[in-house]
């Protein structure tokens, strides 16, 4: 525990930089980072936080840390496709033979740099004046369990359907056979000492190298898609991309923004991140791909479990998932928690007709059949859910396509062609490396 107490230290300040870093993270003028700058003398002014975060990024691709040798964090977080699934396969396998599947999408992880830690009551500024309870907000995965970074970054290396390795002690031993160990032992090592006779100590060191290097602007928060550009006044929309964001943000048609906020064009306003980080019950159809629900009795109930099990005996939080970003969504293959779905325009259809037409999600005669009847009342019911009084969708084809279009321009990449149609491409940081 001494050997963890100076580290804990530094986690500290970190969270404090990281912190201020976050404030800068939607603006144009990068944050000046370092120890040097923030906090001088913490634990020997060492390691910087570019060290860390150069050390993270060697991490995040080094397969040799996993039981088969074969998986690292860029197996499931391909930095080509915005740090989400690397091809169309519903679940990444893995495991020591790498015949393992979970249950759950694997989501991006871009823009995850200024979460919320969970709560079950939080009160927002906008547009309640913090008088309205928002319910359960914040946390990292789709159940919001954990809070940072670093905790985040342990739990595929100890799943058994992941890296699945058994103990701190042995994902110790692997770091210390990369090719990397040494510079890893002497930059976060105490003086006279080497940070791999202290296991714990040392994987939490890669967990918080992990951490540093998802802050990483130009890795995980570029804010460089066609709507940047827009906000920025260096794009244009078409036609069909600004019906899209107008239906998007009305109330009454789309109402996407209520949980994806999104900013009107304004000078000096904050990027948008295009989530709350709320949880949510949408009743998404069950995926009959997923192996785990072979087993009729299972459900994956997100806020009360499985995988999350402090929430267990709060029935009114069973079928509550976290609200992803919308950022670089075109780019995915499977949507929801579960893959259920897989097309972004099959996922626009179904908030627009899961009321009016549910034979077609779930079935002829049935309904939400992916979430017990018991926990049928916590469901959204909210526009564009709810049909209009003449019972028909909110949403024409249309509207649909439209909004379709203005989802297209949240992928980053973005640069202006010299002539003929826009397109996204990978950013010029992230692809020089």
């Not at 890669?206 to 890795?219: G, H, M």
């Amino acid at each position: 525990m001494k050997r963890l107490a100076p580290l804990l230290c530094l986690l500290a300040a970190l969270a404090g930089l990281l912190g201020q870093a976050i404030v800068h993270a939607c603006g144009d003028t990068p944050e000046p980072t370092g120890t040097a700058t923030h906090f001088p003398l913490v634990y020997g002014d060492r390691p910087t936080v570019q060290q860390l975060t150069d050390l993270g990024r060697r991490i995040f691709s080094d397969a040799s840390l996993s039981a088969s040798g074969k998986q690292s964090c860029a197996s499931c977080h391909d930095p080509k496709s915005a740090f989400g699934p690397p091809n169309r396969l519903l679940v990444q396998p893995g495991g020591p033979s790498m015949d393992r599947l979970g249950f759950r999408n694997t989501p991006s992880l871009r823009y995850l740099h200024a979460p919320i830690a969970f709560t079950e009551h939080f009160y927002e500024v906008e547009p309640t004046g913090g008088k309205e309870d928002q319910g359960p907000t914040g946390g990292r995965t789709w159940d919001g369990r954990v809070n940072t970074g670093h905790d985040q970054a342990l739990m595929p290396l100890m799943d058994a359907n992941e890296m699945a390795n058994t103990s701190k002690a042995e994902i110790a031993a692997r770091l210390a056979r990369t090719p990397y160990a040494k510079a890893f032992a002497e930059a976060v090592s105490p003086p006279g000492e080497n940070v791999f006779d202290d296991p714990d100590s040392a994987v939490l060191w890669l967990t918080v190298a992990l951490e540093n290097f998802e802050q990483s602007r130009a890795e995980f928060h570029p804010f460089s898609s066609k709507f940047d550009a827009y906000l920025r006044d260096q794009a244009t929309l078409t036609a069909a991309e600004q019906r899209g964001m107008a239906i998007f943000n009305d109330m009454k048609k789309g109402n996407c923004a209520s949980c994806h906020p999104a900013t009107h064009k304004q000078a000096g306003v904050r990027f948008p991140m295009f989530t709350d980080l709320g949880h949510v019950a949408l009743a998404v159809p069950r995926n009959p791909a997923l192996a785990v629900n072979q087993d009729p009795t299972f459900f994956d109930l997100g806020l009360c479990g499985p995988l999350r099990t402090d929430l267990q005996d709060r029935p009114e939080y069973c079928g509550l998932f976290r609200t992803p970003t919308l950022r670089n969504v075109a780019l995915r293959h499977h949507f929801f928690h579960n893959g259920a779905l897989q097309s972004l325009r099959e996922v626009v259809e179904f908030y627009a007709t899961r009321d009016t037409d549910p034979d077609r999600w779930y079935g002829k005669g049935r309904k939400y059949n992916d979430l017990p009847p018991k926990y049928w009342a916590n469901v959204n019911s909210d526009i564009p859910f709810k049909p209009l009084p003449n019972g028909k969708p909110r949403l024409s084809p249309r509207d649909i396509d439209d909004i379709v279009a203005f989802l297209g321009t949240l992928t980053d990449g973005y640069e202006a062609p010299a002539s003929g149609p826009s397109r996204p491409r990978a950013p010029r940081a992230a692809a020089a490396r």
